[in-house]
């Protein structure tokens, strides 16, 4: 049985290159970055190498980059540690939940949050932003593009508006890095956050970006790496892949990106060939994730009777498990119950091939002439 991969947007397979080198950094250097003799300074080298060559990639200066865990880490230290009893927060109703949870949280503490719902097309509109500013709104915290439709917003805008009203801005970048290109000091944005296993690069590990003359209390007290924003020991196999596959990622955006559109175009012109009934979800759509609803199956259906034959999509949650329940992203959008349960998401690689995409059609083509049963389990996309 053939084996293919098609959830790129929950994770991504290891880039050799990156694998390679810190594998090396593994077996060879394991000295602690914060001693001073010379095991110590091997490891700091490495670090700063690294922090230097990211900046490079995403036109920031190396001290505006904090590494972290990846995205859930990220959010979380920028929205809890900026944000204190009495001030307000503007995010999006279809945020990650570690925005959505960590907002909740905050309600608990008295914070005041406002969960702008995305548009028909998936997009979160600036005038609505507009519309929720009060006199108390401390953050404004937008994801770049959304992770289960693949739509993107207008962050230039909500910057513009963010900035006339000298309030902070935050955009969860997640699913941004090496499908479009990102330059952080035109950007303007306050802080952002990226994890590099989404783009090739080890799971762990990631980066808060801290524009200079922002500060933000640390939600964990440590040894003071990282500016003391994030203390704890640094993993430095990881900065040093990070930083590998960061280059990569932002050296061939455009070459990647002409690729996937291609692939995509494949699938959908294959698609229309064959009797499957589907409609694509969301506009502005990022290369790479398509977000699909099958008139006739249930999502969950869908991705299990591909995953028999080999076939790795999505429908909900790679972690979490219970009830079915329809995505709130796409209820959030207008689609019905009954369409939400029939929605899956693709996910198309700079490693697919033709051949990849037109055994995808295939099997869908196979799978979906049968008759099948409703069932119900549950789901949320990462
Ligand atoms: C938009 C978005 N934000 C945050 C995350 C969480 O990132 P991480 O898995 O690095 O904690 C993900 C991935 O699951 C995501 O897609």
Redesign the pocket.
């Known amino acids: 049985m053939s084996s293919l991969y098609f959830d790129t947007?929950?994770?991504t397979p290891l880039d050799k290159k990156v694998s390679d080198i810190m594998a090396e950094i593994q077996n060879s250097i394991f000295g602690n970055p914060s001693s001073i003799h010379q095991f110590g300074q091997k490891s700091r080298t490495l670090i700063e190498k690294s922090r230097r060559k990211i900046a490079t990639s995403f036109n920031c200066k190396p001290n505006e980059i904090i590494f972290t865990?990846?995205?859930?880490?990220s959010?979380n230290l920028v929205l809890k540690g900026i944000l204190k009893p009495g001030d307000h927060l503007i995010t999006s109703s279809y945020?990650?939940p570690?925005?959505i949870n960590a907002a909740k949280q905050l309600e608990n503490n008295h914070i005041e949050v406002s969960y702008v719902k995305p548009d028909l097309n998936g997009v979160v509109s600036p005038d609505t932003i507009q519309s929720e500013i009060k006199p108390n709104t401390k953050l404004i915290s937008i994801?770049y593009?959304?992770?289960e439709i693949g739509s993107t917003n207008p962050i230039e805008d909500i910057i513009c508006i963010a900035k006339k009203c000298s309030i902070k801005f935050h955009s969860?970048a997640?699913?941004v890095v090496g499908k479009q290109n990102l330059d952080l000091n035109a950007l303007g944005a306050d802080f952002l956050?990226i994890?590099a296993?989404?783009y090739y690069g080890p799971?762990g590990i990631?980066m808060l970006f801290l524009k200079s003359g922002n500060s933000i209390e640390s939600i964990i007290n440590g040894g003071g790496q990282e500016q003391s924003v994030r203390p704890g020991t640094e993993n430095v196999a990881g900065i040093v892949g990070m930083a590998l596959a960061t280059e990569i990622a932002t050296d061939n955006v455009a070459l990647n990106s002409k690729k996937i559109i291609k692939l995509e175009n494949l699938f959908l012109d294959l698609l229309n060939k064959t009797e499957i009934q589907y409609k694509i979800n969301g506009q502005s759509r990022i290369p790479g994730i398509i977000n699909m609803t099958f008139e006739n199956m249930l999502g969950q259906t869908l991705v299990m009777k591909l995953d028999m034959m080999g076939i790795a999509v999505s429908f909900g949650s790679?972690c979490a498990s219970g009830a079915l329940k329809p995505s709130k992203a796409l209820l959030d959008i207008g689609l019905s119950e009954h369409d939400a349960l029939r929605t899956i998401r693709i996910s198309i690689g700079k490693f697919h091939q033709e051949d990849d995409i037109k055994t995808l059609v295939q099997s869908l083509e196979s799978i979906l002439n049968q008759k099948t049963n409703v069932n119900h389990e549950n789901n949320y996309v990462?």
């Open positions: 947007a929950a994770t865990s990846g995205g859930t880490e959010n945020e990650h570690a925005v994801m593009v959304n992770n969860d997640v699913q956050s994890a296993h989404k799971k990631g790679a990462s």
